[in-house]
């Protein structure tokens, strides 16, 4: 088992009603003035920004409201917000969102005492030195930022999407109320069950084969996900399953399960190109490139695929074949993403094949012109990642 540093302090306030604290944790945490960051109209018809709102109030701390986060959020209302900052001295960020919320705020953190421009962080030509507090109150289960250490942000010039990551970053605290998820959208809902599966998955497939409890781990939140999800999309207000994607969200990206491996994050790293280039869902982009991946890569460890197979697809093990039960395994998952709705190639995520320029400015920008792999499960060239994606292109 590898050497790890597993740092969590994120005070997590779960279960129903529990936005309504959102004013006593700003104030324990030292908020006075916040920056109170949105996305678009659903937070104001359920009713849960006036319960923000009347939260702060009640507690005596200013606010300053700052909507219109999308997804894969941009560099563009990140500077707003740093300007709003800067303007109104806020010293505190509250998220009221998924994570396209909370990671803008955390590049808006991360710019707020940085003395040049906050994209040069995220280009890794500089690191801040001073960051400024978050919270936030969840309502979309996926992409784990309430827990995690890093933020994507998407620069409309280029369509560059690059990430930053610092344990500063980390919320001070996270709210989450399950019912908040009740009136997402079926395709949202897949999607962000597929983002909580690969954030195990990423740190599952390395060749890292002696960390057994981190395996049972993850394995037990992958099944976990997988069964859940087909509920919610039954009965989008059952509370039970519900709570179980968002406590999972949280669990497979704050770092426990990856506690003694190296990870890989390839998949990741391919599926930036996708959603920088066609701005779709990050979830549904990470299901379409996977079984390419897995299928290039799974060589490079037969024996954990074909585990992965085994006991978190069910598929019955081939004792005379272990790659024949590994591809079992790719293909049980690539049904198990179209039995939710979600795409398992190009085509179906963008509703046409990529052309060769357009996935060779996707490698370009993934390898850095050539210049840098990704993947540590198999080290993947510029040559590698052209491969992948015409893979994905069929």
């Known amino acids: 088992m590898r050497n790890f540093n597993y740092y969590a302090p994120t005070q997590v306030v779960f279960g129903k009603n529990k936005e309504t604290k959102v004013g006593e944790l700003v104030k324990k945490y030292g908020g006075t003035k916040v920056l109170l960051h949105y996305g678009g109209q659903s937070a104001i018809k359920s009713g849960l920004l006036a319960k923000v709102e009347e939260s702060l109030k009640n507690e005596g701390i200013e606010y300053v409201k700052l909507g219109g986060v999308v997804p894969n959020p941009r560099l563009s209302l990140v500077r707003e917000g740093l300007e709003i900052c800067k303007k109104e001295n806020i010293d505190f960020l509250l998220a009221v969102g998924g994570g396209s919320v909370i990671d803008s705020c955390k590049a808006i953190s991360s710019g707020r005492y940085f ?12 690191v801040a030195t001073q960051y400024m507090p978050i919270g936030c109150v969840l309502t979309i289960p996926a992409a784990g930022s309430e827990m995690s250490d890093g933020s994507v942000i998407t620069n409309e010039e280029g369509w560059l999407k690059k990430d930053y990551c610092t344990d500063d970053f980390r919320p001070k605290f996270s709210i989450m109320n399950p019912e908040l998820t009740y009136s997402l959208p079926a395709w949202q809902t897949a999607c962000g069950a597929v983002d909580i599966m690969m954030h ?16 049972n781990i993850a394995e037990a939140l992958l099944r976990t996900v997988k069964d ?16 179980q994607i968002m406590w999972a969200g949280s669990l497979a990206h704050n770092g426990l399960t990856g506690c003694g491996t190296s990870g890989d994050w ?57 790659e024949e039960t590994a591809e079992a395994g790719i293909v049980a998952m690539e049904q198990f993403y179209h039995s939710i709705g979600m795409p398992t190639s190009i085509p179906e ?12 400015e996707m490698a370009n920008k993934c390898s850095n012109n050539g210049t840098q792999t990704i993947g540590c499960l198999k080290p993947l060239s510029k040559a590698d990642m052209i491969a992948i994606y015409k893979m994905a292109n069929k």
């Open 200 to 215: 195990t998955m990423e740190r599952y497939f390395s060749k890292d084969d002696d960390m057994e409890i981190t395996d």
């Open 266 to 322: 390839a998949t990741h790293n391919l599926e930036h190109e996708l959603s920088g280039m066609w701005d779709v869902s990050h979830g549904a982009g990470l299901a379409a490139m996977w079984g390419s991946w897995a299928r290039y890569t799974c060589k490079e460890n037969i024996t954990r695929f074909a585990r992965f197979a085994v006991n978190v697809m069910g598929v019955t093990q081939n004792f005379r074949s272990a």
């Open 349 to 360: 995520l963008i509703g046409k094949q990529a052309t060769d320029k357009e996935i060779e």
């Open 228 to 243: 859940e999800v087909k509920k919610v999309l039954k009965n989008p207000t059952d509370y039970s399953s519900r709570a």
């Open 115 to 126: 003395d040049g421009d906050v994209w040069d962080l995220y280009l890794k030509k500089a």
